[in-house]
């Protein structure tokens, strides 16, 4: 299974704009990149996917690198409710396994 | 459209015992997974069902075990229950296996005494 890094922690300001980045050196052609979230005491959520060109939903964006070893998570408008655990993930696209890393901790201050 | 729901949300066994958990995925949905989360090990993958076929497995014993039902309901089972077995148990369905986004009910909270 291909792994992805990120950082343990973040800040951000309320309403401003996140950038989250994950790196994923060893990611294959047929991999595509997940973003989930947890909130607190809560399931985690699907965010966005990818394979190779950027995407936006309603949610987020996710930027794509050309090698495709790197990703960031965009949110616009950070709120209070975005506080949460973010975790990128790699899957192989012929299967459904999420292997969850330890994810980056997003604060959001007031 | 209901969400994934999973019951019961609270259980308390002592060890020793088995367990039963179910999850009725989203309608639509033909693929469940089954993730375990703890504070010290933080989520990690059971395993994957399709078509009433397991797809993929996670590195846990034989005593941790699945199915899937024709309308794409699924149970886990755990046996012989270990105080280390104390979790939440979360399912997460989507449409199809592979790449699909997964969507998760709100977990099986097991306290093993």
């Known amino acids: 299974d291909a792994k992805t890094t990120q950082p343990n922690s973040m800040e951000s300001n309320e309403e401003e704009p996140v950038h989250l980045p994950c790196n994923h050196s060893?990611?294959?052609?047929?991999?595509?990149i997940h973003w989930y979230r947890q909130l607190p005491s809560q399931g985690p959520e699907y965010v966005i996917h990818?394979?190779?060109s950027n995407v936006n939903n309603r949610m987020a964006s996710l930027a794509i690198a050309e090698d495709r070893k790197s990703s960031t998570l965009i949110l616009h408008r950070a709120t209070l409710r975005d506080a949460a655990v973010y975790y990128c993930?790699?899957?192989?696209?012929?299967?459904?396994?999420?292997?969850f890393g330890q994810g980056t901790t997003l604060q959001v201050k007031p | 459209k209901a969400g994934v729901t999973q019951t019961p949300r609270y259980l308390i066994k002592t060890r020793g015992q088995q367990v039963t958990l179910s999850c009725s995925p989203i309608?639509?949905?033909?693929?469940v997974s089954w993730y375990q989360q703890t504070p010290g090990q933080g989520l990690q993958f059971l395993f994957e069902?399709?078509?009433?076929?397991?797809?993929n497995k996670g590195n846990f014993p034989g005593r941790f075990s699945g199915r899937q039902f024709s309308n794409s309901r699924s149970e886990m089972n755990v046996s012989t229950l270990e105080l280390g077995d104390s979790a939440l148990y979360l399912c997460?369905?989507?449409?199809?296996?592979?790449?699909?986004?997964?969507?998760f009910g709100p977990g099986t909270r097991l306290t093993v005494t």
């Open positions: 997460a369905s989507s449409l199809a296996s592979g790449a699909y986004e997964q969507y």
């Open positions: 060893t990611i294959s052609g047929t991999d595509y």
């Open positions: 990818g394979l190779t």
């Open positions: 993930i790699l899957i192989y696209s012929n299967t459904g396994k999420l292997i």
């Open positions: 309608s639509g949905h033909r693929s």
């Open positions: 069902y399709f078509s009433e076929t397991q797809r």
